[in-house]
């Protein structure tokens, strides 16, 4: 099954802690920005309040210089600062009347309008005429009672002010808020990636280990999270190693006692056809039993080579390259010397002299005699076997017949599979070399129909160089 990456631990992480950062800071963000509000409400509302106290003396001095003038015929407020700069020496009033989004009305106790500021409406604002905040639509309003109520100074700011200031705080809050969430992600990924480095170590571990390589893993650099999980799967290799042993103990004590009585039986079961007449009618099953006691020896054979492969002392690269041409052309003349169909063997003996690996001899004639053989079993009886050496580390054995299923050619390398072409081979040979192979970390591969054929079978044993 392929790996999903959206399973892993570390994007798992990496979605959440970005989701609880992110989630976290637009909580903060969102009270600091209503907090904000508020101050900046009330910081807002001490400027009106402060505007119009500050002024009401020298707005009543102007008043008392223009007694009896029309509020359309009062000057606007920077002709009125000029007069109370140069009447009072202070040039503090205009910068702050003048400003355009501050406004007043200065009014009698009876609501007539006696004195604006230039940016101001013509007509009086609806706030009543009592000291307080009052909001119209588009103004916030501060009405300041003076003179026991016979004066009214009402300092207007426009509400649309106080959302742009309010606005562009909160995005000056936000923005860099917004530039360090991508930040903050790569930076999770960076963590989370070195922090899960031990996790992926014991995985790649754990990965490599097989039937061929149960050892414990290591606990050294295992983090105290998983340190647990390390010594329940060395636990479990370690009874997976024993159960193992025990298999191959007893497939091999039990394949090496056998040979011995078979051996006997077979030669006397010799001995008594030579004796028996060619037409006696106890030749027959004399005959079978023969044939049995010959395919017994045989699978008694592969059994021992089974648990020599599968063994963790077994087979294993020898460390430097070895000659194999001359083990090759010693298998071949012994399958032929045996009598195995040895005129149906076609040798190409062009590279031999260049073939070497990294593996042990005994271990790569097992392997070329169970190729050999399987071929010249399943193989189709008109056409020979075929023996090929590629780029001095390659072995090719192939043979002609009926081609083998896709999915039956993935099983072949189990034991006891045997082909539906027939069934006179153990179904042992193919898995000894995929043992070996594993082991020597050679490589074999089956292709059916052969390459470049419509039907046949072809086992290519890539073996490993130092």
Known sequence: MGKNPNRSLQAILTRRLTLTVGVFW???????????????????????????????PLIDEYLKDHKGGSPKEVLPSPA???????????????????????????RDGGGRLLLRSFNAEEEPFEA?????????????????VLLGGQRVIQVAEPLEH??????????????????????????LIVVLRGGLKPIKRVRDEIEERGEGNLQPLEQDEAPEEISTIVTAVNRLMGKLEAALSVERSFTANSAHELRTPIAVALAQTQR?????????????????????????????????????AESSGGFSPTGQNQDLGPTLN?????????????????????????????????????????????????G????????????????????????????????????????????????????????????????LKLYSPRPDHADGFMAELRLHQS
């Not at 969102?30 to 500050?54: G, I, K, P």
């Not at 009543?128 to 300041?144: K, Q």
């Not at 039956?408 to 390398?413: A, I, M, V, Y």
């Open 380 to 443: 189709g009886d008109e056409e020979p076997v075929d023996i090929r050496v590629i780029e001095d580390h390659i072995v090719q054995v192939s043979n002609g017949g009926a081609p083998v299923s896709p999915a039956e050619l993935s099983q072949l390398t189990t034991r006891f599979k045997r082909s539906s072409n027939k069934a006179d081979g153990s179904g042992l040979g193919l898995a000894i070399v995929e043992a070996i192979a594993r082991n020597t970390k050679a490589e």
């Open 272 to 308: 008594l056809l030579a004796e028996l007449p060619a037409g006696h009618a106890a030749r027959k099953r004399a005959v079978q039993t023969e044939e049995a006691l010959k395919r017994l020896s045989r699978l008694s054979e592969k059994l021992l080579q089974l648990a020599r």
């Open 330 to 378: 010693l298998v071949i003349e012994d399958i032929r010397r045996a009598g195995m169909e040895g005129a149906h063997i076609r040798f190409d003996t062009e590279n031999l002299a260049t073939l070497s690996a990294n593996i042990d001899l005994d271990a790569f004639a097992i392997c070329m005699r169970n190729l050999i053989e399987n071929a010249l079993k399943y």
């Open 26 to 56: 637009l909580a903060g963000s969102v009270l600091a920005a209503m907090t904000m509000y508020h101050e900046m409400q009330e910081a807002f509302d001490n400027s009106l309040v402060t505007t119009a106290y500050r002024y009401a």
């Open 80 to 106: 009125m600062g000029e007069i109370l700069t140069d009447d009072h020496g202070d040039g503090d009033g205009d910068e702050e009347l003048g400003e355009d989004y501050l406004m007043y009305h200065v």
């Open 128 to 144: 009543p005429l009592v000291e307080g905040f009052y909001n119209e639509e588009d103004f916030r309003i501060y009405s300041a």
């Open 162 to 187: 106080r959302r742009e200031a309010l606005m562009e705080s909160v995005l000056a809050q936000f923005l860099p808020i917004a530039l360090l969430i991508p930040v903050v992600i790569i930076q």
